[in-house]
């Protein structure tokens, strides 16, 4: 296990002073008044970095990203902007494939493409060599475009339509993974029409008393209620159908192994009654997602290895031990991108000390949010106070609900928001604030992939708006 651990330097108490006096006697407005008495801590803003992704750091009390101070991307671009690091990226593909090929040698490791949909994005793992999961025709095409071939590609979804599925099962595609009888006897019927066998994938869900697995209960066929063994026998009785798999995913972002360890020893209990009873072999074992970022999960004192340990080691059989297919999105992108904004606005309220920033929840959206906010300019030594932190928008969205911050954070310095590359441009929308540009760094060098006149065609289009970011039309 990865045991570097995190520890917190400092410790706080918030002390809120409630002053109740007679009422008869106070004025009305002493009821409201809290007082926050927090005592002023002390920190070493700069040593956060100690903990960071390595392309983030703090160099003379500037951040760094990739070794290029911050202020210069602030220069240049404006706030927000969000700069995803290319060797992060690459660095996370390595990681999880190492770790999981430790155990099971031919692991598939497949980008989950719903997780980040620019091309230069997906073109890092196309060159790592990775496969695309994808969940509809949009990402199927998105995928290839990006040069993921049909061969390297899985399809999921729960309501795939004829044409979809002649689509990909025409391009040979590595798994498709079929939810409900329907959608198999769908697939059954397309590959008979193209005469060929479809090698397919059965989605089950371990239990539904599980809440991870209720919370998603239209995805999957349960296991103990007796849906899953239904769905497989159907496909086995399908002519058109090689029973290639299971497919399981934990919807939840688990920062330990436990639940996924607990999911593996369900599929491998499953697996070993399919084949004493029915005589049924899988070859392959979708075991889908659901890991935090790696920074989140490193902080925890765990490691991608801890996990791969713990899913592959009770799916290893001693006769015949099924090919590993991993499925993560947030694992790869999520700590490879950071966002710089502005604080709009400071205050106060109930005794909670707010910054309201310019980079919205429109992009930033609180699934899975882990966001992490911290100063651009760092410090030696700072008093330090929390926040929370939010947008300008009429939501009660957070961005951070308890952020640890130098107390002198004002009005127009810039924060800056780790953990944001998953499921916030891809899900982003010009809603109430634009979307804002996208930088790609390599080796320190800038490429933007969505500039400023994107998101101002975007809503000339959607909108017929004129719109600058900087607002100087
Ligand atoms: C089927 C499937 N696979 C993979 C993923 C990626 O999950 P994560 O971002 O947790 O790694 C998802 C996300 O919901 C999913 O539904």
Redesign the pocket.
Known sequence: MFTSGFTFTFTFTFTFKFTFTDRATSPKRDRYLMTSTEPVQQKNISSDADLFPDWITYQNDMLHLEGVACDRFVREFGTPVTIFSGNRLASNADAIRNAFRTYNPDAVIAY?Y??CYLREIANIFVKQNLYA?V?SRLEYDLAANAGFPPEQTII?GIGKTEQEIRRVLGGNTFLINADSISDLKQVNQVASDLGICARVGIRVSPSADDPTFRIAGKLGSDIDAGDAIRIIRAARDMPHIDLAGLHV?S?S?ETTPELHRQVSEKMRDFISELSDSEDILFRLVDI????SSRYTMERQGYSIEDFARNIAVPLTFPDHSPRLVV?????LVCDAAITLTRVLAEKTNAGKKWLIIDAGTNVLSPFPGNYEVHPMIGSASSSVCHFGVSDGLCTPLMIQEEAVLPDTIKQGDVLAVLNCG?YTISSGANWGYPLWPVILLNDGQTEVIFGAEHVAKLIKIMYGQNHTLRGDH
């Open positions: 989950a719903k997780v999961e969940m999921n995913h919807y972002r889908g997602g659901g890991f499925e993560p999105g947030t694992f998953a």
